[in-house]
């Protein structure tokens, strides 16, 4: 009996330990508790302005987080109670932009941050009545030749990200130019470029005012706006963009500063420099710093080790001392502009700003404790690496040649059977390129990034290197001109992580062979951007390139364009899915590569990019619709044995977070990971070396097409691009949601097409 007691004893405290929640667990319920709380006590049919507006933008980060349609609801009934609007007045000559509650102060920031909710309600479901106001204000005040429209701290949390999210949308390159023209104004009368913080305005800047004992006196909500508004900036900010640097460089300064004075229970205290000035605990501004860390964090921006610290002392404040009992946030300074000493904040001084801020911080901490365990980016990178291992491990030592277990179509044209080892390689970097730009790390994922990094580096000089084994086919051929193009754009895809670090003897080496590939004259079809990818590489390389080989393809590619996202191939059309394999990812990557290399010539590259870009963006949501709810999709034209390269574009828009209105990142994820599941889940799509076999799903070497071997399959991985995105960003952490099929199939409100066209028009330069 006694040993029968201690087998129970051991037994229910391992079912306690297993059933004990984890750290993410906890604070999903915490997220669930404070909103369902909030829009209990709370209706949402109130106004515009700001401190409501505030707790929806943290409300909707709530939404994607969670998936709960509830909060997303309550939301669009505050959108419609206020007609999509902020304030109301349609006579443009009684805009004002001081402070003002009424409706006349259209051009007031205080009524404008609601646009950045209007924006994500959007993007779920594109409807252009729920933006047309935001873009008649925001493009208004644009067109004027005022830049002061941001004189306090706040308005930068307020504006700023609604610039960024209007400029996604429409890539009109003046929100862009107007975002660092305003802030630049903001920073000449409210920054101190000594202390890297914002007063909360020119009333404020030291020594015209001080703190009661004689110091800069610095507002911790204000800050908080600014640090926050810096991060949701940085997140929908272009990379080529000319002043990224700019906010990057204020946003980790300003993260310095703010960290450097959190108080030791983890909240900062109104009056930032002064604790004594109106000391004790303060939630808005605390929970808006939290979130600023924490994106920074997940996102790459700061140093895990430096500001995890912070971010965990932050939180032990919000979740056990802010947070009661009943889901009320407590501990928020009421509505003002600044620390006012003798003023009492307690557990039951609460707001809906507040609440919003809350709820940011909490949703970006879970996509921190989640991101190293994530089911689909889990499977995702198991893929990646039974694809890439048995090539990168053999061709690392030089052995790929020897060890390979090639098979080529029944068809075979005759061709040299080595083209298969580069078009293994070139095919296989092009995909896992994005994933391998990661920083390395102690999880499982980044153990095998690591692993596969190294050996794609020693592959890579193996492959121009004429005493190896592995030296590819290069110099026979013309196959290799479509390789080789892969391997560029895999260059192009990692320039700092795979291209770089090559020692200057192989990147001498690459830079003949993909010169010497002049030789081949291209077919008059896609193979035309196979050129154009290798130049543009060598131009952003500072190589001699070829010019006429970029432009000459851009020109027919504008030429084969149909309509509606589809290219043709060449001068006649073909229903295939070489949209996909090459003419979106090639097109846009020449014209991006001729951008980076800041070259001039009769094109206007910035212009053909931004035009190209829509294009992918209406072709990807095609490819989103054409995933059944089954997670299958149609099976047509040649070239199907590259099995998911058919989503490449989709994943690329991903990758690119440039995805179209209506496609969410998670709908993308839950799609492409049924798809990819139902393609590999018998296992049968590889060979007993482990290498791919010819088929669409498993062994089916019928469907192979007489140029196809088994090393022509690894495009396959061209869907894996989204693995460039960190673990912890809303592409892997937001709640599965079903895509498009599947919810028009199982009666489901889904988005509705709508009519597309270009819009942009080129002239040659000169």
């Not at 004990?20 to 404070?34: F, H, L, Q, Y």
């Not at 006349?104 to 594109?126: K, M, R, S």
């Amino acid at each position: 009996m006694r040993a029968f007691a201690l087998c129970l004893l051991v037994f229910l405290s391992n079912a306690a330990l297993s059933a004990k929640k984890t750290e993410a667990e906890t604070v999903r319920e915490i997220i669930d508790k404070v909103n369902r709380h909030w829009q209990k006590e709370n209706v949402p049919e109130v106004r515009s302005f700001w401190d409501n507006a505030a707790y929806h933008t943290g409300n909707m980060e709530a939404y994607f987080l969670t998936g709960n349609e509830e909060y997303r609801a309550y939301s669009e009934a505050w959108a419609e109670h206020n007609h999509w609007k902020g304030a109301k007045s349609n006579r443009r000559s009684e805009w004002k932009y001081s402070y003002g509650e009424t409706d006349e102060y259209v051009l007031f920031g205080d009524w404008q941050v609601c646009f950045q909710t209007y924006i994500d309600l959007y993007n779920i479901a594109p409807e252009d009545y729920k933006i047309r106001r935001a873009r008649e204000v925001m493009e208004y005040e644009m067109s004027t030749p005022n830049q002061d429209y941001w004189w306090w701290s706040d308005g930068l949390y307020m504006v700023m990200p609604v610039m960024t999210k209007l400029y996604k949308l429409t890539h009109n390159e003046l929100y862009l130019k107007k975002l660092y023209e305003y802030i630049v104004y903001s920073d000449s009368i409210m920054f101190d470029k000594d202390e890297n913080l914002y007063y909360r305005d020119a009333k404020y800047v030291f020594p015209n005012h001080k703190s009661v004992n004689g110091k800069k006196d610095f507002w911790a909500r204000g800050d908080g706006w600014v640090l926050a508004g810096l991060a949701k900036v940085l997140k929908d900010l272009p990379a080529d963009y000319e002043h990224r640097q700019f906010f990057i460089d204020k946003y980790k300064k300003m993260a310095k500063a703010v960290a450097a004075v959190q108080q030791p229970e983890g909240y900062w205290t109104r009056s930032m420099l002064d604790p004594e000035y109106a000391p004790g605990p303060e939630t808005s501004g605390t929970a808006f710093f939290m979130y600023g860390f924490m994106w920074g964090i997940n996102n790459g921006y700061l140093d895990e080790a430096s500001y995890l610290p912070v971010v965990r002392k932050a939180w032990k404040y919000l979740s056990e001392t802010a947070l009661q009992k009943d889901g009320t946030v407590g501990y928020v300074q009421p509505i003002g502009e600044k620390a006012i000493p003798g003023q009492i904040l307690d557990a039951h001084s609460t707001a809906n700003f507040g609440v919003g801020a809350f709820l940011l911080a909490a949703c970006e901490y879970v996509r921190y404790l989640e991101a190293p365990a994530t089911a689909d980016r889990a499977y995702w990178c198991g893929l990646a690496y039974q694809l890439a291992a048995p090539v990168l491990s053999n061709m690392a030592k030089g052995e790929l040649q020897k060890n390979m277990q090639v098979e080529v179509s029944p068809t075979w044209d005759g061709r040299d059977k080595r083209v298969t080892y580069m078009e293994a390689f070139g095919r296989l970097m092009a995909g896992i390129a994005p994933w391998l730009t990661l920083p390395d790390d102690d999880t499982e994922e980044g153990k095998m990034r690591k692993q596969l990094r190294g050996w794609a580096l020693k592959s890579y000089a193996n492959a121009v290197d004429p005493q190896s084994p592995d030296y590819l086919l290069w110099r026979k051929e013309g196959q290799p001109l479509v390789d080789a193009a892969y391997i560029a754009e895999s260059f192009l895809r990692a320039y700092e992580q795979l291209w770089l670090p090559l020692d200057e003897t192989t990147k001498k080496r690459y830079i003949e062979e993909f010169t010497l590939l002049r030789r081949i004259d291209p077919p008059y079809t896609n193979w035309l951007l196979f050129s154009s990818t290798i130049e543009s590489f060598l131009a952003k390389a500072g190589a001699p390139y070829d010019a006429y080989r970029v432009n000459s393809a851009i020109r027919k590619v504008e030429e084969w364009y149909t309509g509606d996202g589809w290219y043709s191939d060449g001068p006649a059309f073909a229903f295939d899915y070489y949209s996909s394999y090459v003419f979106h990812p090639m097109y846009l990557e020449t014209l991006q590569a001729m951008k980076d290399a800041n070259a001039y010539t009769r094109l206007h590259y910035a212009k053909y990019y931004t035009r190209a870009l829509r294009r992918a963006q209406k072709y990807s949501l095609i490819l989103e619709r054409f995933i059944s709810p089954e997670g299958t999709f149609p099976v047509f034209g040649r070239s199907i044995p590259y099995r998911m390269a058919t989503m490449q574009p989709l994943a690329l828009m991903a990758w690119y977070q440039e995805l179209p209105a209506g496609v969410s990142n998670a709908q993308v994820r839950s799609a492409l990971t049924a798809v990819m599941k139902r393609m590999f889940a018998t296992g049968k799509n590889f060979n007993e070396g482990g290498f791919l076999t010819i088929g669409f799903t498993g062994r089916q070497p019928n469907v192979a097409d007489w140029y196809t071997n088994n090393g022509s399959l690894y495009m396959t991985s061209l869907s894996l691009l989204p693995l460039g995105l960190p673990a912890s960003h809303p592409f892997w952490t937001d709640a599965p949601q079903d895509w498009t099929s599947k919810r028009a199939w199982g009666e489901k409100p889904f988005p509705k097409d709508h009519q597309w066209k270009d819009e942009i028009r080129t002239s040659d330069l000169f």
